[in-house]
């Protein structure tokens, strides 16, 4: 049965001493939300106040893309962290990133993990608690995360509305954890195929793995990552795609 609607996510303010990784004024017109950048993994203060103030321009939630300090990285590579300094540093990130937002009349109406630490609080369990801890001294705010993980569980006991969310343009194992980056076969490339993937989320509620199992993933959101190649073109293919089909793309907030 075809949903009403969808959300649409991708992953902006990355841009790091004038070098962008992403068209964020493009992606902008396409998505309802936007998980901006917080300076640990990828941005700076002037940047992501630009991603900030184009997204109120543009009507689009903003949501604070936290992750490991590890830009050389660019926050994938996993990090055993003492958890008490990942709850610090998460909070401290959204706390940032909600600065900006208020300078800019708009404000952090959620968070979403980045890069390996989303993967790592899919199955660890002390670093799942670290970062829901974080964000939830920061407030009651809604939580981006992978369906079926140790961090729906935990955020859920803690009170935390989660918001299950699905990508475009990864690959999914059977278990419904996403093929690393590692994998030649991580990312979907073709624009037919995340449109495919996008349609599949939004009618069925279920993604294709890449053994051909059918994983539910009931996600309210889909993540299109702004600095895949191609990237903008795909989205303005899905958007089209979803306008045909008369399923409206809007936030969950």
Known sequence: MSQLFIDLN???????????????????????SANVATGFHAGDPHSIAGTVHAAKEAGVVVGAHVGYNDPAA????????????LADEVT??????????????????????HGAMYNAIVHHEAQAK???DGIKAFGDIPVMLLPGGVAVDVAEARGLTVIREAFAD???NPDGTLV??????????????VVRRVLEVAETGAITAIDGSVLSVDAQSVCTHGDSPGAVEMLRGVVAELDARGIEIRSFI
């Open 170 to 172: 990864r690959n999914y």
């Open 92 to 113: 401290y990130q959204i706390g940032a990133l909600e600065a900006l937002a208020r300078a800019h009349g708009t404000r952090v109406a959620y968070v979403k993990p």
């Open 180 to 193: 690393s980056r590692t994998q030649d076969n991580a990312v979907l490339h073709s624009a037919d195929d």
């Open 10 to 32: 991708a992953d902006l303010g990355e841009t790091t001493a004038g070098n962008p990784v992403a068209d964020d004024a493009a992606m902008l017109k396409l998505v309802s």
């Open 74 to 85: 660019f926050g994938r590579r996993f990090i055993d962290y003492n958890p008490a300094e």
């Open 130 to 132: 670290a970062v829901i």
